[in-house]
């Protein structure tokens, strides 16, 4: 039996409760394969509500290259549509978003990521540190607007490694959020 999922296949189907879209991540690190379950198959009705906030409870060290970010820690999720298991964000209705990013480094270290729409290209955040700055921290917000349609995703990664030593800040310093602007 294998242990590795890199070459993994999982059918689903009607039987199994696929109503619509499903968020799915294969976590390299730990060899699991997340799938989104609950509201997300149902859209939601114009006038409803969707904001979400989580946080990273630790912080990540060696980050690898294109490396999902996964801000496990929940505070709010109105509408269900944050997954604290893949870190995916699937838009419940076709509408205007914010999604806001605040990234911290751990002390003397460097950390870039981008957010990511289906797969392209939406934002950037990075903080910068060295080891000359003696246990400082940085920290960087990005606002990103965006249209999405039902079942749109949107995640943070990292873009890709530029130093051997990037580490993201946890401990309530690094969080991802968005909500609904306004819906169509």
Known sequence: MRSDLSEAIVLLG????VTGP???HLNANDQH???SSGSFG???SQNESVAFLAYLSEPITNLQSTQHVVFDKVITNVGNAYNKFSGHFIAPVDGVYVFFVMLSNVAGKSVTVIVLRNGLWIGKVAAYGSITDKGLLVTSTSA???ELQYGDEVWVQNEYTYLAHEEVAGYKQSSFSGHLITSF
């Open 33 to 35: 394969l997340y799938i």
């Open 14 to 17: 009607p039987g199994d409760g």
């Open 22 to 24: 499903q968020a799915m």
């Open 144 to 146: 990103i607007p965006v």
């Open 42 to 44: 149902n859209k939601l």
